[in-house]
């Protein structure tokens, strides 16, 4: 079967990859694919997204002591998916994307008046990311896309100032160490790729440890002995459970004449909790050794999406909701801590 190659080209509103795209392969260098892209589901998007969530308040991250069972956040997640390469192959029935993908999110207990200070950061890099897409134009199913992610990488850090107040609290575990490398594979059933149709889109993926556990414990940083770390002399930090999952689906209105689009999108997600109690004293006794378990998380979001008409460059699509979000806390070593809620605005921007 003869194969024939060719690269994207302006799609309906100009930046994207289009079906019955026909230049040389040379051209698809660089050129975004509207696939492979997060749905807004996603607590770690690779867009811009603004949250100013209602969320559960515990002490460990309560660094005005305001003991209160809620309290207003801030969470800024800065996310980019550069391109590489995109093209067709078999006169379109297939396409092909090459993408490499970063993200880094900044919480922060923006209205403690005092000092406003970061209570955590995660960064998540690695090596660009495969996208291989076959449309169907079969009825409900208009495509299906296959991505793998060889390597991933993220790192977590808890704020400066977090860290020195839980000295002076004197918590038994002031940080730990969650740092850790995976490998990712999704599948995708109808991805959006004309973005003003209404659309049903389905995704499962899946996350594998490639070695060690999802964190590890400095002596120096608090009793190690707290930390339920299941693993050898030789690998000390290897948990059971190197593996996570996750559903998502979104839904897509068609485009109104002045641009707009209702959007809805849910995830269910089985992750691990991690072993360690943040909250807990040097002077407790005695001294509860909290186990890892499994844990199911939910977010949703609901809102609309604003296309800017005539301009498909980046962040021509603005999105505006409401996020809801139960289960363990999504960031950092705050992983540990579940039964944690947040319901509040959203804004993000592609």
């Not at 994207?8 to 079906?19: E, N």
């Not at 009793?223 to 000390?236: M, R, Y």
């Amino acid at each position: 079967m003869a194969i024939t190659l060719s690269a994207g080209t302006a799609s309906v509103k100009g930046r994207g990859l289009s079906a019955s795209s026909s230049n040389p392969a040379a051209r698809g260098f660089f050129r975004f694919a509207p696939f492979g892209q997060s749905l807004y589901a996603d607590m770690h998007p690779n867009f811009v997204r603004l949250d100013i969530p209602y969320a559960t308040n515990r002490p460990v991250y309560d660094f005005g002591a305001h003991n209160s069972s809620y309290r207003w956040q801030t969470t800024g997640l800065f996310g980019i998916n550069l391109p590489i390469w995109t093209g067709n192959l078999a006169d379109s029935t297939y396409a092909l994307n090459v993408t490499w993908a970063m993200s880094a999110n900044l919480w922060m207990d923006f209205f403690d008046f005092s000092t406003s200070p970061i209570v955590d950061t995660d960064y998540r890099i690695g090596i660009p990311s495969v996208t291989f897409l076959h449309r169907l134009n079969k009825g409900f199913a208009k495509n299906y896309s296959i991505q793998w992610s060889p390597f991933k990488h993220e790192s977590t850090h808890i704020g400066d100032e977090l860290q020195i107040r839980s000295i002076d609290r004197d918590y038994a575990i002031r940080r730990v160490n969650v740092s850790y490398n995976y490998t990712e594979f999704v599948f995708t059933l109808n991805e959006a790729e004309d973005r003003y149709a209404e659309n049903h889109c389905f995704r499962v993926g899946l996350m594998v440890l490639w070695h060690g556990g999802w964190y590890n414990m400095d002596p120096d940083a608090g009793d190690a002995s707290l930390v339920d770390i299941k693993g050898t002399d030789k690998v000390p930090y290897t948990q059971r459970n190197p593996w996570e999952v996750y559903l998502q689906y979104q839904y897509q209105s068609p485009t109104s004449r002045h641009g707009f689009q209702g959007i809805a999108s849910a995830e269910i997600r089985n992750r691990e909790c991690y072993g360690f109690d943040l909250s807990v004293r040097k002077s407790d006794d005695p001294k509860n050794l909290q186990k890892e378990k499994r844990v199911f998380t939910y977010n949703i979001f609901i809102g609309a999406r604003y296309n800017t008409p005539g301009y498909d460059g980046y962040f021509s699509r603005i999105a505006f909701g409401l996020r809801l979000y139960h289960g363990n806390c999504p960031y950092g070593q705050f992983r540990s801590i579940d039964n944690y809620s947040q319901v509040g605005a959203c804004l993000m921007f592609q």
